[in-house]
């Protein structure tokens, strides 16, 4: 319950009634400020009667307002409460402020309702919120038990959602919770279930989790593995490895036979209550426990999930999990067995795609994911990799890489490009039998000639190119042997883009079919393309002037022009303005400085000196706090300069003073301040403001001022400080509530006062 008083509220004295349904559970009123004559609660009804203690510490000035007492409500019967809607309704029968004033609330005679603000109508909603229900989910149903294979145990989430007879729902933690089976462990707080380690899988498992006396049930089935002993099934196809023709490689200086390699599988059987059986890939789970018994054989790559034939003789690929024996299977290399390279087989794919049949799909049924390999060469610079394969007589594969001596190029690099690692990327629209893979043996000297080759094709459908966009970071260069060059860049990065139909920006800078046309330039700048960049150089034969750089592109009919100049440092200028800086000083450009009227010591004006570079193509820039700007006076000990503001001394003589600036050793330019012993006087003192905060006792003046000259300052003081002493002095008119230091302006609280206290 707030009151808007405008000053802080002294008395008063309210009824409030309750709606039927709803009662007044308390009312909280801060006795440390208030003291209650009368404080009646009937439940249904509350009546107050306070006072301010005491009115000395209340704020004299105007309040947003006071809080004057807070009630809590509480829902005693929703049948009662009429329409779904409640609250409490308070009649003000009086209230003053410490100015002794009795208040109208709304402008009306008391007693007068209070204003509701806030709520539905401007009355509370009122309403039954029961739990009508739990819906538990899990990100899986499904459990594998996968401990016996690697080790690992299989989790699911559990999540639960209270939905209430209000419709609203929200996720809550169950309070207890339970698995009808060992075979299933619950986390800590309910919030997962895992594949106990103890205790064999059973068929299934039903969590239940309770949330305020209602129950939610999940069913989880668990499936085990059908042989524990030996979990894993692996197979290699080919199982037997034979000796590809003609394809020798060097090994320590002799030339060695090299093998066939088979793609390994490895599948284990899962079964749900005995009954259904269902195989699973988990090669990806078992291909870093493979090792070969016999490396001089066969060796296992976990990477490409294959065994590479190495040399005659058999061995055994098995997957440990400790000292335990997951899967084995034995793979034959024979030297009496020839296989030859038919073709290469080549498959370029910017992507690999996913699908699986419309669902919905029922419980319990077996979905077959397809996986293809897509080609999508629809913009400019996008990438695909290439993939090759020798195809065998005896109809097997062998996946070839660089290593192995393949080799990829473009049949038409204006269509497309190959870059290293066997990737391929889309240049400009064409299609065709675009790549060629060739393989040749790493060691001619036990391989001569050719092993296989064989093309690929690809499509590249790009988007029209629409526009060329040139940014560069200066337009504007200086030559680096001048002056300038301390002011301005001597180079700048540009930057090419290609922008296409489709709204997609490619960037072209160092591409080798953008061309950097500088002949109208006369050799005025030079563009350099190095590395990930291109720069504009400007020339060192000391030419200045403005030329244009021409873009243009040997695969698009598209070309751009940015204008570039390049110049040199000519001359300085100076002058001076009023210092401090005030709106519009330095459009009031001054030749003389005056002592000011009234200060002690003596005071003269001070001056801010601009220096301006001018450039040979005419442009400017300002120099005057530039590191290299040196700013002297031909009167040192009279007249001081730091960086560029001017202040004479006060002992300085009337008369000129030469005021010099000089950039990098080379340029200088000069202006004449004349000093009087004439002064100026202040004319107008505006904005006086005291420093505002909250708790303050002690508050700074600020003020500024208008001289006789046109002349301001903007603020008198630094701080507590007075920037011209003696000039400015203040007083209160009431020194029993403040007082104020006379030079320094900082005013002090004293005590309470009626009205207001007038400073000057």
């Known amino acids: 319950v707030y009151a808007h008083a405008v000053y802080a ?33 009937l439940s249904a009804s509350l009546a107050v009667v306070a006072v301010l203690r005491d009115p000395e510490v209340a704020s004299s000035t105007v309040v947003q307002r006071d809080t004057l007492m807070t009630l809590q409500l509480r829902l005693s019967n929703a049948s009662q409460a009429a329409s779904g809607t409640g609250g409490v309704s308070c009649m003000v029968h009086g209230v003053s402020n410490i100015r002794s004033e009795e208040l ?58 209270a939905v209430y007879s209000d419709n609203t729902q929200e996720r809550v933690t169950a309070e207890q919770c339970s698995s009808s089976s060992r075979s299933l462990d619950i986390a800590q707080g309910c919030s997962s279930v895992q594949v106990s380690r103890s205790a064999a899988p059973s068929s299934s498992a039903k969590v239940t989790l309770a949330f305020r006396g209602i129950n939610a049930t999940l069913t989880f089935r668990v499936w085990s593995v059908v042989n524990r002993s030996l979990p894993v099934q692996l197979s290699a196809s080919p199982s ?105 087989s080549a498959v370029v794919a910017t992507s690999v795609a996913m699908s699986l049949p419309q669902s919905p799909f029922s419980i319990t049924s077996s979905q077959r994911a397809s996986a293809f390999v897509r080609q999508d060469f629809n913009f400019e610079g996008v990438n695909g990799t290439a993939s090759v394969v020798a195809v065998l007589s005896d109809n097997s594969l062998y996946p070839l890489s660089a290593q192995d ?31 060629e893979a060739r393989w040749r043996s790493k060691s001619p000297r036990c391989s001569a000639g050719l092993l296989s080759s064989g093309t690929t094709s690809i499509a590249v459908r790009l988007p029209q190119a629409v526009n060329v966009n040139l940014v560069s970071q200066h337009t504007t260069l200086a030559l680096a042997a001048d002056s300038a060059q301390y002011i301005l860049p001597t180079s700048s990065t540009l930057n090419v883009t290609v922008a296409y139909q489709n709204g997609r920006l490619v960037d ?13 330039a006369g050799g005025l700048f030079s563009i350099v393309v190095a590395g990930s960049s291109a720069t504009i150089v400007p020339n060192t034969a000391g030419l200045i002037g403005t030329s244009l750089l021409v873009v243009q592109f040997r695969h698009l009919n598209l070309s751009a022009q940015l204008s570039v100049t390049v110049t040199r440092l000519s001359h300085l200028s100076v002058f001076t303005t009023p210092y401090p800086a005030y709106y519009l000083s330095v459009g009031n450009r001054i030749t003389g400085l005056n002592r000011i009227m009234g200060a002690s010591p003596a005071t003269f004006q001070q001056a801010q000196l601009h220096v301006t570079a001018h450039f040979a193509d005419n442009s400017t820039a300002d120099i005057s706090t530039h590191s290299l700007t040196l700013i002297s006076s031909d009167r040192q000990s009279e007249v001081s300069v730091s960086t560029n503001i001017v202040t004479p001394q006060s002992s300085a003589a009337q008369g000129p003073a030469i005021i010099t600036a000089s950039f990098a050793a080379k340029h200088s330019a000069s202006i004449v301040l004349f000093l009087n012993h004439s002064t100026v006087h202040i004319v107008e003192l505006q904005n006086l403001t005291l420093s505002a905060g909250a708790s303050l006792s002690t508050s700074q003046s600020q003020l500024s001022a208008i001289f006789s000259d046109g ?50």
């Not at 004295?13 to 208030?34: F, H, N």
């Not at 059986?277 to 054989?297: F, K, R, W």
């Not at 034939?309 to 098995?318: D, M």
């Open 405 to 435: 001596g393949l080799s990829l190029r473009s049949l038409d690099t204006n269509v497309v490009r190959v870059l290293d690692g066997g990737v391929v990327s889309a240049v400009m629209n064409g299609s065709g039998d675009l790549i």
């Open 240 to 344: 037997r490895l034979g000796k590809i023709n003609d394809w020798l490689v060097s090994n320590g200086g002799v030339c060695t036979q090299r093998y066939q390699s088979g793609r390994i599988d490895a599948t284990a059987q899962f079964t749900y209550g005995g009954q259904a059986v269902q195989s699973v890939s988990v090669l990806h789970l078992i291909a870093p426990l493979l090792a070969s018994s016999n490396e001089s054989v066969a060796t296992v790559s976990a990477a490409s999930g294959r065994v590479y034939g190495i040399g005659p003789g058999t061995c055994t690929i098995t997957a440990r999990r400790g000292s335990s024996v997951v899967a084995l299977h034995g793979v034959v290399v024979d030297a009496h067995l020839n296989v030859s390279v038919t073709s290469l």
């Open 104 to 161: 109208r609330p709304r402008g009306l005679q008391t007693p007068v309702s209070a204003t509701v603000t806030g709520g539905e109508n401007r009355r509370l909603r009122i309403g039954t919120r029961a739990l009508r229900g739990l819906i538990a989910t899990s990100n899986r149903s499904e459990l594998l038990d996968l401990n016996p294979i690697d080790g690992s145990v299989a989790v699911a989430s559990v999540d639960l959602l």
């Open 711 to 760: 002349t301001q300052r903007i603020s008198l003081f630094s701080g507590s400080t007075p920037l011209l002493p003696g000039v400015i002095s203040f007083s209160v008119d009431t020194p029993t509530a403040a007082s104020v230091d006379s030079r320094s302006g900082l005013v002090s609280l004293l005590g309470n006062h009626h009205s207001l206290v007038t400073l000057s």
């Open 9 to 41: 509220v002294s008395s008063y004295s309210l009824r409030c009634d309750a709606s039927p349904g709803v009662e007044i559970a308390s009312a909280t009123i801060d006795t440390a400020l208030w003291t209650t004559d009368s404080l009646r609660n």
């Open 508 to 520: 072209l800078t160092t591409d080798s079919r953008t061309r950097y046309d500088t002949s109208a």
